[in-house]
């Protein structure tokens, strides 16, 4: 056996510790030796009687005892320790890192490859090198690529939950809603949105969600991941998750792939969203209506997350229905109940489909006249026509004249957009021109600019004129100049700051009103 070296042991023997000088270091050696011979040569004691091993130190007294074994060997039980810390540095030339730099810091992969196919001369044999280069950590380092697939995937309903804000959005819609929120279930793949005009809500949205959802399932959410938003983790969000028991999961700093359902959701999202309010040419003010009819068509829409159903299956176990799909923001006739008009008035308005009910089996739809959201399920659809948001209603709904068979347009309610088409009607003529009538078909576009003023009021009493102003029911049989005539009533003049009326009638300043107020005696 070869000694590669020698030095000194420190050993730990019931809480003491010993040091044993000129310790020969044999590698080939299965257990280390402690000689008798030396320990006495040392100035030590060793006294062994009836099976027991004792060494005594001069001045110390005992210092070990042990036991004879089976084999007639005494087993010392002694723990080793370190002496000080040594640190050694070795120098060697490191020839791959060497050609690493001569390259201009090339990949050792390009190293091996140049050398492997021999395509230059005077390269030397390099080995496979481990050391990492600082500097090509400073110009080359890049992101770790992201896992494709998700490593974990929810076994039930509301087990996780993604969500994610997507906006502001431009312009505000009609009701100032510039962001909108989405929450998926990992699960089904269902997806629910909703609408805020600050992104501070979204606490309070998703309190909302969860109470919705939670009494529909009768299950609790259990984990919901998220980005780092400042919304989703603040103090008052993270606080009512930890008291409702719902595990937060985060996604690193820059990396929305890590959320990536709900990023991808709001991409899509947004992408069907511009193609319908492109296809029928539909006021971008009016996005929110179509994100809500998107998330309902892909709730009912194939999903590879999901295999061979739909998502809204997956949530509710019933096989969803899309008979009453139509073309958002087509051109829909609402049919007007009998209690909301008169003999004559017509029985059917022009709409904007915007999609469906939440509450009802019936469609959401838009007059663009009262400009008004309606609901109703008794609708005449014209998937191909359009509303023209640029023409106004007399170009559009003075005439609209239609000829065939409308069997084929399904009597549903949807919403849509209204739009209609110039129309007139001809006759061909058969002997003499005898004027017998004459109407004039602006009459109903013709706005209203009859003014109710006292300057009026004394100028019709002074006026035995007459004329266009005066055509109405209110002046009928000139009543007021023939008792200012008879000297009954005398007609003055008066100012708007003096007329006390106008506090009933008239939405007025607020310190004129008061002032108003003041003369009522209130």
């Known amino acids: 056996m070869t000694v590669m070296g020698k030095g000194n042991v420190r050993l730990k023997v019931n809480g003491l510790t010993h040091v044993v000088t000129e310790v020969f270091f044999v590698p080939d050696l299965k257990n280390n030796l402690l000689s008798i011979g030396q320990l006495q040569e040392k100035g030590l004691a060793i006294l062994i009687k009836h099976g027991l091993c004792r060494i005594y130190h001069p001045t110390k007294g005992l210092l070990i005892q042990t036991a004879m074994s089976a084999n007639r060997m005494f087993i010392l039980?002694?723990?080793?320790?370190?002496?000080?810390?040594?640190?050694?540095?070795?120098?060697?030339?490191?020839?791959s890192h060497l050609w690493h730099s001569r390259y201009g810091h090339l990949s050792h992969k390009g190293l091996r490859t140049l050398q492997f196919k021999k395509m230059v001369h005077g390269l030397p044999q390099l080995e496979a090198s481990t050391t990492i280069c600082i500097d090509c950590m400073i110009g080359k380092q890049h992101r770790d690529p992201i896992p494709k697939r998700s490593t974990w995937r929810a076994s039930q309903k509301l087990q996780l939950i993604h969500a994610d804000i997507c906006g502001p959005i431009s312009p505000m819609s009609n009701s100032k809603k510039r962001y909108l929120i989405c929450f998926i279930d990992d699960f089904s793949r269902k997806t629910w949105v909703y609408f805020l005009v600050e992104k501070s809500e979204a606490l309070v949205t998703f309190k909302y969600f969860k109470k919705s959802v939670e009494k529909?399932?009768?299950?609790?959410?259990k984990c919901l991941r998220t980005d780092h938003g400042g919304e989703f983790i603040s103090q008052d969000f993270n606080e009512f998750c930890k008291e409702n028991g719902i595990k937060r999961q985060l996604t690193a700093a820059y990396t929305p792939q890590q959320n990536g359902v709900a990023e991808r959701k709001n991409r899509t999202i947004m992408n069907l969203v511009r193609s319908m309010l492109s296809e029928k040419k539909i006021p971008k003010t009016f996005w929110p209506e179509a994100v809500n009819w998107t998330v309902y068509i892909l709730n009912r829409g194939p999903t590879l997350a999901v295999k061979h159903i739909t998502p809204e299956e997956a949530w509710s176990l019933l096989k969803p229905s899309v008979e009453?799909?139509?073309?958002?923001?087509?051109?829909?006739?609402?049919?007007?109940?009998?209690?909301?008009?008169?003999?004559?008035?017509?029985?059917?308005?022009?709409?904007?489909?915007?999609?469906?009910?939440?509450?009802?089996?019936?469609?959401?739809?838009?007059?663009?006249?009262?400009k008004k959201i309606i609901t109703s399920r008794d609708v005449v659809f014209e998937e191909n026509k359009s509303w023209d948001w640029d023409k106004s209603y007399e170009e559009q709904v003075v005439a609209v004249l239609e000829c065939g068979d409308n069997d084929e347009e399904a009597a549903v309610s949807d919403e849509g957009e209204i739009e209609s088409e110039d129309g007139d009607i001809t006759e061909e003529k058969v002997g003499s021109d005898?004027?017998?009538?004459?109407?004039?078909?602006?009459?109903?576009?013709?706005?209203?600019?009859?003014?109710?003023?006292?300057?009026?009021?004394?100028?019709?009493s002074k006026n035995p004129v007459m004329h266009g102003r005066s055509k109405h029911i209110d002046v009928r049989f000139h009543f007021l100049r023939d008792l200012t005539k008879e000297g009954t009533v005398e007609l003055i003049h008066c100012g708007i700051r003096d007329q006390v009326a106008d506090v009933m009638t008239k939405p007025l300043k607020l310190d004129f009103f008061l002032k108003m107020r003041e003369l009522l005696g209130v």
């Open 434 to 460: 005898e004027l017998i009538a004459f109407t004039d078909s602006d009459y109903a576009g013709d706005s209203e600019d009859r003014k109710s003023t006292s300057s009026s009021t004394i100028k019709l």
């Open 216 to 221: 529909e399932m009768d299950v609790c959410i």
């Open 324 to 370: 009453h799909f139509r073309v958002f923001g087509c051109l829909a006739h609402v049919h007007v109940p009998d209690a909301k008009r008169t003999k004559l008035e017509d029985k059917s308005i022009a709409c904007v489909l915007l999609g469906v009910s939440e509450e009802s089996k019936a469609y959401r739809l838009y007059n663009p006249i009262a």
């Open 77 to 95: 039980l002694a723990v080793s320790q370190p002496s000080k810390p040594t640190c050694f540095h070795t120098a060697t030339q490191d020839l």
